[in-house]
Structures are given as C-alpha cells and as structure tokens.
C-alpha cells in the first residue's frame, strides 16, 4: 500500500449517544421535524406524478413547484421558463425605462473591499455580487472590469483556445462556409445554389468559423423576411468591433485574465468569449500593433453607441443599409470581415430536390454535423426559447453546442431581446444554463427506454417533447441522442437523495458522520487538495449507448439494489480491502455505473492494487422524473480499508461526493475519487482537507438498525435528518 498515504489524525471529533431507541422514534415527540422532512420529499414526488400521463419537463416542473424554495441554483424548465415569462410580460416596462433600470447596479455605490463575515457571491452582466448569508441581502457590488485586489491576486492570465481548425482540415474538405461579407453584400441568407461559387470550402486557418443553430420559420425559407440574416450580420460586426477595441487597449498579444474561483470569470480587460476568439483567431493572425492602430481608431470614430444601438436595432435595418453606411467609414475593418465564415444549413447545404451529387453532399454534411459545430463556434438564434428547444434537430444542436464551443458557452443572440450585450456573459446569462437542465430531463427518458426498458422510443421522445418535420429522421437523432446526452452534473439544494450512504465503521459500534450543518466549500484558487495516481478509462460506465451495443439491456433489468457485497470466495487476498461509493446523478445513472463496476472491478483492483469487496450508490436527483426503482434512503457503516469514491467529476468534488471524500479522510483511511467523465489523469488521492471552513465530522456512539427514508431526503435536509433524528428542518 505504498502508494496510499495515510491521513494525518483527525481533530477530536464529536462525541453523540442515541439515546432513543429505534422501535421508538415514531413514538417520540421530538421527532416531529424528522417525519416533515421526510414529508417534503414525498409530497414533492406525490405531486409531481399525480394527475395522469405528463412530459418529463412538466413532471420536473410539478416536482420544483412542491419542494420548497430556494434562493440558489434551481434548476430550470421550459415549463417554468415560460410561466416567469408570461409574468414578466405582464409587468413588463416600457423599453426606455427597461434600459434604465438595467444601469440600476451599474451606478449604485461600490465598496472598495468584499465586507468581512461570511457572504455568498454570485456573478451577473460583468458584476460580482457579495450577499450576506443567511438572508442574501447584497451587501456589496464590483465590476469584474475594475481591477479588485481580492480577485486579481488570484487571477491567471488564459486566452481562449484558438479553433481547431488544423486538426479538422481533412474531415471538412467538402463543408461549404458563407463568408460574412457576402451575407452582408446580399442582406439575407441566400439559398445554397446562388452562391456555391462564392462559398469558402473546408475550413481555413486564419478564419474565424460560426455554426448559426436556428428555427425555420417556413417550409421552404427559413428566414423569408432577413429578420436572422440581419441580426447575425450586426452581431458578427460588433463583436469584431469589441475584439478591435479589447486588442488596442490590453494589448493584441496580451492574454486576458480568469479567476477560477469566480465561476471562471475573466477580470480586468476583457471582452466576450466571441469577440476573444476574434481576438485570437483572426486579429493575431493577421494584425500587428501597427496595423492595428488604424482599426481601432476607426472604430473609435465610428462610436461605441453608434455600433451597439444598431445590434440592437437589426431588426429595423432592412436590407442591411445602416450597417453598409457605418461599413463605408471603415475601410480598414471592412476586408476584415471576408475572415469570418458562417454555417447556415440553408445557404451551406442543397435543398431538396437534389441532384446525385448534391444528395451525396447532403448526406457527408448531415454525418458531420457534429464536426461541424466543433470546428465553428455556435451562435444560436432565439426568438422562442420553449420551441427552439422543443425542435430535435435544434435541440441536439444546442446539446452539441456545450461539448463543441470553445469554453462551453455557446453565442446566444435573442431575436427580440434586450441590446446585445457585450463583455463576458456568465452560465445563467447564455443558453449553457437552460440546456444543461434540459439535458437532466433527456437523460432520464434515455435511461427510462434503455435501461428500464419502460417505453419504446417513439414514446421517449413524445414524452419529451422533441418534434421532427421528418419522422424518419428519428433513427439518427435518437442514435445522437444517446451519444450525447449525458449530463455535466448539477447541484441542488431541492435534489431528491436516495440509496445508501456509506459511512466509515470505526468500530465499537461508532460511526464517523458528517456533521449536521455540513456545507462543502472550495479553496479560492479552484484547487483541491488532491494527488493524481493514475488513469482508469471509465467512460463505459456513462457509455448508455454501449450498454445498449452490448447487449446487456437485452440480458434483462439491471441489478438496482443501493448495495452490493462481493463473495467472500471472490474476495479473498493480501491486497487491502476496498469499497466503491458511487455518487450519481439519478437512481437510472447509478444502476448503470454500478452494473458497469461490478464487471470491471478487476480493472480497478489492478491499478489501486485493492481488493475489492463492496459497493454502494447515492443518487442525488434534481429533477426526479424517471424511473426510480429503489426510491428510499439510509446510512450503512461499512468497514474498508480503502475508499474510492467514484462518479462525474462535479458530483464527486462537491456535496455529497465532498462529504464523503472529507469524512473518510478524517476517518484516517485512504480515499481515491476517480472522475469517469474525464479521459485522462482521473484518478486522484485526497490528500488534505477537502472542504476548508466547513463545519466537522461528529463520532456517532451505540449505532442501532439506523432509520430508512421511505421516500429519499431533500439535499437541503440530508445531514440534518439522516442520523441526527430530531433536528429543526432547515
């Protein structure tokens, strides 16, 4: 065992005696709180599926309506998307006063220094808010733009990552690209053969490329009236104009700089993700600082309100003729233009009906789609957020989009929406945010058809929502679907808990708990307190696709049972003892890492060099709407003489993946995450405290048969009600 180092001694822990028996705790008064925690999670599911057959977003609506509100990330759905929506357009401001109220926290009084005490921090249109806990009162208000000696200190300088062009030549020799200033030149999206011997072929160096993901809006035109031809072109342009006026004044090959404590936010100079990829993909490579000067004086010329007020006004440019008046004044940024080259499936692909080579070309276009939108950044067009989302091709599209984007955000531009907002935009202010929980509900239905094998998939995809103009497109999406569907990992405070959660067995009848107020934290410089030991390939164990190509969801339903003990025959060595605690996203997800473990655990014995003898899952679900086929929840001492705590790499650095991380750790025994969504160097020893300034472990005497969840505990309630019977609901 000389690769595991053993954890220093803990601090004393918490002495706490049961003192009431568990045949008598129903009976007992003080249990009251106990049982309304319990009632939370049971209401909310009751809720939820009561009244009949529904889509898997109206169940994830139903159930967030019923758990109780929290003021930090919830979860969104379209349902719930389009309920604040109807709200807000009935209390909705004229446009001028809408404006100036958006100017509200840009011109309120800042403090000089985050005030002491202990403040949650949230990030919104370039603004860092400090709010007090608990209450989230703002206490105080910083520009990420200014330089803020607590950030900046901290700050790495990091450009975006350049396009990968090079890498992607040869794939794309037959991708067709319509330049900007030929989009400009015709003011709309012309149609694919009016243009073949003006588009761009494969994808250049030197060139800034855009996937534009959109609605048709007729069945033979997709923008019959340039409203989309209009926005794209004046977004493109400003945002060039943003990347001039970042370059002169940080400096062309001056690297922006990130804070990683701030949710990866840049402070300090620095424009959007789209006009930093301009930055470095186009302005680098064809500008020096002398040539630069001319550019950006023009634009200086032209004016920041001029260039902004017409974003926000394409719509009302018809035929483009107040942005070709403003391009005649820059005649130094104009052949700038010709560098950025769009995707538009109407102008990029034949439309039916096609000749034998233009089917051909369809078809090597249509496979590729997903190089496609790695090779271009994507900028999607929003004018209806639930339909765009509500379509299977735009949808799979904007799921493509997070994995594709440089960054993970995607350009999102709203067809009727506010000014196009320059600077960096943050997970909540893009479609990253929307997507990534839409991704929580697919997921579930996927699971649900595979797995459970409960619906056909024509079923799935009704219940989700998805429409297709085509319905023998279904095989390919769906197939697309199952590629990449599965989610980042979401944190919740209303998240259903369910399963077992292991606890080390100190012996003597004593358990190592976490405490009742534990709440996980992360150091400020992003890093954990860990050592990398090796690489396991465990994408297998999220492979849903895989599992259906092998067969083993035709071998029948899968094993659900929260825990699992290996043969003693099968046991049996001089390798330490190990257990695997999965932590995972739903019930769905953890019956198919753990299906996946048990018959590759041979692989993991030999690379901890351990012996393998139980297993165990959490599932921490957001939004439960799938099939849930265990349902309750309860603590179990386990005893081991290694721990691997095992899922996504967000669910295992944090909440419940950090609790058990810290309480093993503090349990001096060895404790080894291993992250199955990354490919490399995934594996890693805790080797500190995980979760600073957070509350400690208790050592919890006289363990008895402990208490079962019948329906699974709330996030927000888990700790407190897990063991600790009889504590105030929170």
Same mark, same amino acid.
């Given at each position: 065992?000389?690769w595991?180092?053993?954890?220093?001694?803990p601090?004393?822990?918490?002495?706490?005696?049961?003192?009431? +028996?568990?045949?008598?705790?129903?009976?007992?008064?003080?249990l009251?709180?106990?049982?309304?925690?319990?009632?939370?999670?049971?209401?909310?599911?009751?809720?939820?599926?009561?009244?009949?057959e529904?889509?898997?977003?109206a169940?994830?609506?139903?159930?967030?309506?019923?758990?109780?509100q929290?003021?930090?990330l919830?979860?969104?759905?379209l349902?719930?998307?389009?309920?604040?929506?109807?709200?807000?357009q009935?209390?909705?401001?004229p446009?001028?006063?809408?404006?100036l109220?958006?100017q509200h926290? *840009?011109? =309120?009084?800042?403090?000089?220094?985050?005030?002491?005490?202990?403040?949650?921090?949230?990030?919104?249109?370039?603004?860092?808010?400090?709010?007090?806990?608990?209450?989230?009162?703002?206490?105080?208000?910083?520009?990420?733009?200014?330089?803020?000696r607590?950030?900046?200190?901290?700050?790495?300088?990091?450009?975006?990552?350049?396009q990968?062009?090079?890498?992607?030549?040869? /794939?794309?020799?037959?991708s067709?690209?319509?330049?900007?200033?030929?989009?400009?030149?015709?003011?709309?999206?012309?149609?694919m053969?009016?243009?073949?011997?003006?588009?761009?072929?494969?994808?250049?160096?030197?060139?800034?490329?855009?996937f534009?993901? @959109?609605?048709?809006?007729?069945?033979?035109?997709?923008?019959?009236?340039?409203?989309?031809?209009?926005?794209?072109?004046? %977004?493109?342009f400003?945002?060039?104009?943003?990347?001039?006026?970042?370059? @002169?004044?940080r400096?062309?090959?001056?690297?922006?700089?990130?804070?990683?404590?701030?949710?990866?936010?840049?402070?300090?100079?620095?424009?959007?993700?789209?006009?930093?990829?301009?930055?470095?993909?186009?302005?680098?490579?064809?500008?020096?600082?002398? !040539?630069?000067?001319?550019?950006?004086?023009?634009?200086?010329?032209?004016?920041?309100?001029?260039?902004?007020?017409?974003?926000?006004?394409?719509?009302?440019?018809?035929?483009?003729?107040?942005? %070709?008046?403003?391009?005649?004044?820059l005649?130094s940024?104009r052949?700038?233009?010709?560098?950025?080259?769009?995707?538009?499936?109407?102008?990029?692909?034949?439309?039916?009906?096609?000749?034998?080579?233009?089917?051909?070309?369809?078809?090597?276009?249509?496979?590729?789609? *997903?190089?496609?939108?790695?090779?271009?950044?994507? #900028?999607?067009?929003?004018?209806?957020? =639930?339909?765009?989302?509500?379509?299977?091709?735009?949808?799979?599209?904007a799921v493509?989009?997070?994995?594709?984007?440089?960054?993970?955000r995607?350009?999102?531009?709203?067809?009727?929406?506010?000014?196009?907002?320059?600077?960096?935009?943050?997970?909540?202010? !893009?479609?990253? !945010?929307?997507? /990534?929980?839409?991704?929580?509900?697919?997921?579930?239905?996927?699971?649900?058809t595979?797995?459970?094998?409960?619906?056909?998939?024509?079923?799935?995809?009704?219940?989700?929502?998805l429409?297709?103009a085509?319905?023998?497109?279904?095989?390919? #999406?769906?197939?697309?679907?199952l590629?990449?569907?599965?989610?980042?990992?979401?944190?919740?405070?209303q998240?259903?808990?369910?399963?077992?959660?292991?606890?080390?067995?100190?012996?003597?009848?004593?358990?190592?708990?976490?405490?009742?107020?534990?709440?996980?934290?992360?150091?400020?410089?992003?890093?954990?307190?860990?050592?990398?030991?090796?690489?396991?390939?465990?994408?297998?164990?999220?492979?849903?696709?895989?599992?259906?190509?092998?067969?083993?969801?035709?071998?029948?339903?899968?094993?659900?049972?929260?825990?699992? !003990?290996?043969?003693?025959?099968?046991?049996?060595?001089?390798?330490?003892?190990?257990?695997i605690?999965?932590v995972?996203?739903?019930?769905?997800?953890?019956?198919?890492?753990?299906?996946?473990?048990?018959?590759?655990r041979?692989?993991?014995?030999?690379?901890?060099?351990?012996?393998?003898?139980?297993?165990?899952?959490?599932?921490?679900?957001?939004?439960?709407?799938?099939h849930?086929?265990?349902?309750?929840?309860?603590?179990?001492?386990?005893?081991?003489?290694?721990?691997?705590?095992?899922?996504?790499?967000?669910?295992?650095?944090?909440?419940?993946?950090?609790?058990?991380?810290?309480?093993?750790?503090?349990?001096?025994?060895?404790v080894?995450?291993?992250?199955?969504?990354?490919?490399?160097? /995934?594996?890693?020893?805790?080797?500190?405290?995980?979760?600073?300034?957070?509350?400690?472990?208790?050592l919890?005497?006289?363990?008895?048969?402990?208490?079962? @969840? +019948?329906?699974?505990?709330?996030?927000?309630?888990?700790? /407190?009600?897990?063991?600790?019977w009889?504590?105030?609901?929170?």
């Open positions: 065992m000389s595991l180092s053993r954890s220093e001694p601090a004393d822990g918490v002495e706490s005696l049961l003192s009431i +028996p568990p045949e008598k705790l129903r009976r007992h008064p003080r009251l709180s106990v049982w309304r925690a319990d009632e939370a999670a049971a209401k909310a599911l009751a809720y939820a599926r009561g009244g009949g529904q889509t898997y977003d169940l994830a609506y139903r159930y967030l309506c019923a758990c109780p929290v003021p930090f919830g979860v969104e759905t349902s719930g998307l389009a309920v604040r929506e109807r709200r807000q009935r209390a909705r401001l446009d001028d006063l809408a404006r109220a958006q926290d *840009f011109i =309120a009084h800042r403090r000089l220094a985050v005030p002491d005490g202990q403040v949650r921090v949230g990030i919104e249109r370039g603004l860092l808010y400090a709010m007090a806990d608990p209450g989230g009162e703002i206490v105080g208000r910083f520009p990420l733009a200014v330089p803020l607590a950030l900046d200190g901290i700050a790495k300088a990091q450009d975006v990552r350049p990968p062009t090079m890498s992607l030549r040869r /794939n794309l020799t037959a067709r690209w319509l330049p900007l200033d030929e989009l400009i030149g015709s003011a709309r999206f012309p149609e053969r009016e243009v073949a011997s003006r588009l761009a072929r494969g994808v250049l160096p030197g060139r800034h490329h855009v534009v993901s @959109h609605r048709w809006h007729g069945v033979d035109q997709p923008d019959p009236d340039g409203t989309q031809a209009r926005l794209v072109a004046w %977004h493109l400003a945002s060039l104009c943003e990347a001039v006026r970042v370059a @002169h004044r400096g062309l090959h001056t690297p922006r700089r990130v804070n990683h404590a701030a949710m990866n936010m840049p402070v300090g100079m620095a424009g959007s993700d789209l006009a930093e990829c301009l930055l470095v993909g186009v302005l680098r490579e064809v500008l020096d600082a002398a !040539s630069l000067t001319p550019v950006a004086r023009e634009v200086d010329r032209a004016g920041l309100d001029a260039i902004e007020l017409g974003a926000a006004r394409a719509c009302d440019d018809v035929g483009l003729r107040r942005l %070709h008046e403003l391009l005649d004044t005649p940024l052949p700038l233009l010709q560098r950025i080259h769009l995707w538009y499936d109407y102008s990029c692909v034949p439309q039916a009906p096609r000749t034998r080579e233009e089917q051909v070309l369809f078809r090597q276009t249509i496979e590729s789609l *997903f190089l496609l939108q790695f090779a271009g950044r994507t #900028l999607v067009l929003l004018d209806d957020v =639930a339909d765009y989302l509500g379509r299977a091709w735009c949808s799979l599209e493509n989009s997070l994995a594709c984007t440089l960054g993970g995607p350009d999102v531009l709203l067809a009727h929406g506010p000014a196009r907002p320059s600077g960096p935009a943050t997970d909540a202010e !893009s479609l990253r !945010s929307l997507v /990534n929980d839409r991704q929580l509900v697919i997921w579930r239905g996927l699971l649900d595979e797995l459970f094998r409960l619906q056909t998939r024509e079923e799935c995809v009704r219940r989700l929502g429409a297709m085509d319905p023998g497109d279904l095989p390919y #999406l769906y197939d697309r679907m590629a990449t569907a599965v989610p980042n990992g979401r944190m919740s405070r998240a259903l808990v369910t399963g077992v959660v292991p606890l080390p067995d100190m012996g003597e009848g004593k358990v190592l708990i976490p405490a009742p107020d534990y709440e996980g934290s992360q150091p400020l410089d992003g890093g954990r307190p860990v050592r990398v030991i090796g690489s396991f390939d465990g994408w297998g164990g999220l492979n849903l696709r895989g599992h259906v190509e092998e067969g083993h969801a035709e071998a029948g339903p899968a094993d659900s049972s929260p825990y699992w !003990s290996v043969p003693e025959q099968a046991a049996i060595g001089t390798a330490p003892t190990c257990h605690a999965i995972a996203e739903c019930e769905g997800e953890a019956v198919l890492i753990s299906s996946w473990i048990r018959r590759h041979a692989e993991l014995e030999k690379l901890l060099r351990v012996t393998v003898v139980s297993g165990s899952w959490t599932a921490v679900d957001p939004v439960p709407v799938g849930l086929p265990h349902g309750r929840l309860r603590a179990r001492p386990v005893k081991a003489d290694v721990w691997v705590v095992m899922g996504k790499s967000g669910l295992v650095a944090n909440d419940v993946g950090q609790a058990l991380c810290r309480v093993v750790f503090e349990a001096r025994l060895p080894v995450t291993v992250s199955l969504d990354l490919a490399a160097e /995934n594996v890693e020893q805790v080797v500190g405290d995980v979760a600073p300034g957070a509350p400690h472990s208790a919890l005497s006289g363990w008895g048969a402990g208490y079962e @969840h +019948p329906a699974g505990l709330l996030s927000m309630h888990l700790y /407190n009600h897990l063991l600790q009889g504590a105030p609901v929170r």
